[in-house]
Nanobody
Framework: QVQLVESGGGLVQPGGSLRLSCRTS????????IGWFRQAPGKEREGVSCISRRGFTTYYANSVKGRFFISSDNAKNTVYLQMNSLKPEDTAVYFC?????????????????????WGQGTQVTVSS
């Protein structure tokens, strides 16, 4: 049974940093495409960063490029999203998602509907 549990969200001032974690179980992480998505009130779910199966390709949305970094620790079955230089517009609920499909990372992030397994989400609020 695939399970995803996010943690690490919270309230942070502009310019601050947070590291989100997504603890996974029930599958081999390396055999799944991985994605971090976010959804702000009144907006569609947006792909923030994705990794293809086996980590061949990595994608970042232009809005977070150079500030956010995705990584995975297969030994710990955990996926991370390091978020630096946070801005108020980064405020959203952040979700991790996985799927066994063979997707390029950019395609994966552009099509969240392809992901069959989702965590419950963690709130990130950037405000002074």
């Amino acid at each position: 049974q695939v399970q995803l549990v996010e943690s690490g969200g919270g309230l942070v001032q502009p310019g601050g940093s947070l590291r989100l974690s997504c603890r996974t179980s029930g599958f081999t992480l390396d055999n799944y495409a991985i994605g971090w998505f976010r959804q702000a009130p009144g907006k569609e779910r947006e792909g923030v960063s994705c990794i293809s199966r086996r980590g061949f390709t990595t994608y970042y949305a232009n809005s977070v490029k150079g500030r956010f970094f995705i990584s995975s620790d297969n030994a710990k079955n955990t996926v991370y999203l390091q978020m630096n230089s946070l801005k108020p517009e980064d405020t959203a609920v952040y979700f991790c998602a996985v799927d066994p499909g063979y997707y390029s990372s950019d395609y994966a992030c552009a099509t969240p509907s392809r992901f069959n397994y989702w965590g419950q989400g963690t709130q990130v609020t950037v405000s002074s």
